[in-house]
């Protein structure tokens, strides 16, 4: 069994920074990690940012410039670094893994951006 879990959210003002990690627990092997998502109140779930083998890294028009995403393969851990950070950028981060065809999600980390 593999649980995947969410770090590092917070409540920051606009314009500062935040970086979320995401661990996985139990079972590794053949495991990666390789997208994070967030959700706002209301809205459906969106894609922020992908990494990819070679480390080919791939965001959302909205955050790209300001995130960063990077993954610690040695780790199984993914993170995500959040710049100049919005109010827009609330919203609840998962991350998903991925073990053949099964894909696997954390719980979520609240990110909130205050005006």
């Known amino acids: 069994q593999v649980q995947l879990v969410e770090s590092g959210g917070g409540l920051v003002q606009a314009g500062g920074s935040l970086r979320l990690s995401c661990a996985a627990s139990?079972?590794?092997?053949?495991?990666?990690?390789t997208d994070w998502y967030r959700q706002a109140p209301g809205n459906q779930r969106e894609w922020v940012a992908a990494i990819m083998p070679g480390s080919r890294t791939n965001y959302a028009d909205s955050v790209k410039g300001r995130f960063t995403i990077s993954r610690d393969n040695a780790e199984s851990t993914l993170h995500l670094q959040m710049n100049s950070l919005k109010p827009e950028d609330t919203a609840v981060y998962y991350c998903?893994?991925?073990?053949?065809?099964?894909?696997?999600w954390g719980q979520g980390t609240q990110v909130t951006v205050s005006s």
């Open positions: 998903k893994g991925w073990r053949g065809d099964f894909e696997y």
């Open positions: 139990g079972s590794r092997f053949g495991l990666v990690i």
